[in-house]
Structure formats: C-alpha cells, structure tokens
C-alpha cells in the first residue's frame, strides 16, 4: 500500500510503498493513507484512496501541494482516470466505475 506521494520536478508524481523515497529531490509532501492511483492533469492531482476516497489537490506549486476536496465513495476505490471534466474511478463493487464531474475540482459530484 502506497504511503506518500512527493512531488518530483514539476508535475511529476512518485508514489513510495515506504517513507522513504530514493533517489528524487522532494519538492513538497502531501500524506493521504492508502493512496491506490494519482492522476495529474492542469495542476491538480486527482486521488483513489483504499479507505473509500477521492481527493483533489492543487499541484500547481509542487513546492506547497494545496489539498482541495475530499469524498466518500460507496465502494474500494482501485484505480483512477481522468478524461477532460471527468474522473472515472474504476471500484472493487457492484458499481464497477463512479463517474465524478471534476469541472470544479475543489467541490467534485457524482456526475448524474
């Protein structure tokens, strides 16, 4: 289970399963528990946690990560994409795949 992500060089994500993370500069730090996949697009990392959570973060200074929105999803989350206005979290469940409209990434909704 991924432990931190650190932002490396700009956009750049790296996801450590230790807290120690080899051979990169870390920029900034932003500590989420059971982060399972990372997406970044324009300046925001988008975030799948195990404990049932989407995150958004402003990355757009990778030296001061901003968390922006966290929400509940009704299922295991196991992987994200994102796809313009869209995240698309692919979930251990009946459900399958939660579609979240992130036009507004620091208020995300079930897209209906």
Avoid: K
């Amino acid at each position: 289970m991924l432990r931190s992500i650190t932002l490396v060089a700009g956009l750049a994500v790296t996801m450590s399963a230790s807290a120690q993370v080899c051979n990169t500069l870390e920029l900034g730090r932003v500590d989420v528990p059971g982060v399972v996949s990372v997406r970044v697009a324009d300046g925001t990392a988008f975030l799948a946690s195990s404990a049932g959570q989407f995150l958004t973060c402003d990355v757009s200074d990778p030296v001061h990560p901003l968390p922006m929105a966290t929400m509940t999803v009704p299922e295991l989350a196991l992987s994200i994409a994102v796809h313009g206005d869209t995240a698309y979290l692919a979930c251990g469940g009946p459900g399958g795949i939660e579609i979240i409209d992130v036009r507004a990434p620091w208020a995300p909704v079930y897209h209906q």
